[in-house]
């Protein structure tokens, strides 16, 4: 089946500092991957997505780069601000596994937190 | 944003009782997702639906059922509260794969609370 790993929080950065948050998948097909971002209290937001190999998803200072080789989908931000602050979810959507439904399945989600 | 609203935002409720979640779209989309969120779990997928009246199971669907009688709104139901239901519920909705990728929307979510 399918599944994602990310790396296991909780990140704690100083404003400025460079960010990545590791996240590997399992799929029986081929995938899109998305990047999804919580802030406090409220529900998902899409970061960013990417839906074929080396396919670079960007937003808001933030990047990912679909990587079939290694089967993974770094989130990488180069100067984290307070405001970035969230839980980061990694995820896939597997039309193969899926069949006609297209799911998302999600990984646990890392936690970040930005000093000033 | 996407026009997504949950009813209620918050509940408390007691062991035993019934509860209903309701998930209202203005976007016309096909497709409608109901999960939770707990910690150490990200998110699980309980029911979703394809269409009007045409819903299927998720990964952790016992214990709910859903009902989906227009294009805008999803229910979710849990028939007897039991205390592992106390979680945050998100609504999602996505176009469906006629779009190539399942992006799917959230909603802001529903504090549940069983006691």
């Known amino acids: 089946g399918n599944s994602v790993t990310q790396m296991e929080g909780p990140v704690t950065l100083s404003e400025e500092a460079f960010l990545t948050i590791n996240c590997t998948y399992t799929?029986?097909?081929?995938?899109?991957l998305f990047w999804y971002v919580q802030y406090p209290g409220e529900g998902l937001q899409l970061l960013l997505k990417?839906?074929?190999?080396?396919d670079k998803g960007s937003n808001k200072g933030f990047e990912a780069t679909y990587r079939k080789e290694t089967t993974s989908f770094h989130l990488e931000k180069g100067s984290v601000q307070v405001s970035d602050s969230a839980v980061y979810f990694c995820?896939?959507?597997?039309?193969?596994?899926?069949?006609?439904?297209?799911?998302?399945?999600f990984g646990k989600g890392t936690l970040l937190t930005v000093n000033p | 944003d996407a026009g997504i609203t949950q009813s209620p935002r918050h509940k408390v409720t007691e062991t035993g009782t019934p509860v209903t979640l309701r998930c209202h779209q203005t976007?016309?989309?096909?497709?409608m997702y109901w999960y939770r969120q707990d910690p150490g779990h990200g998110l699980r997928l309980i029911h979703y639906?394809?269409?009007?009246?045409?819903?299927d199971k998720g990964e952790v669907s016992d214990g709910y059922s859903v009902s989906r009688s227009k294009t805008e709104d999803f229910l979710l139901t849990l028939e007897s509260a039991t205390s592992s239901q106390t979680s945050v519920y998100f609504c999602?909705?996505?176009?469906?794969?006629?779009?190539?990728?399942?992006?799917?929307?959230f909603g802001p979510g529903t504090r549940l609370t069983v006691l």
């Open positions: 999602a909705i996505s176009e469906g794969p006629g779009q190539g990728i399942n992006e799917q929307f």
């Open positions: 799929a029986t097909g081929y995938p899109s």
């Open positions: 990417a839906t074929k190999a080396d």
């Open positions: 995820a896939l959507s597997d039309p193969v596994s899926g069949g006609s439904n297209y799911k998302l399945t």
């Open positions: 976007e016309n989309h096909r497709y």
């Open positions: 639906s394809y269409g009007v009246k045409d819903t």
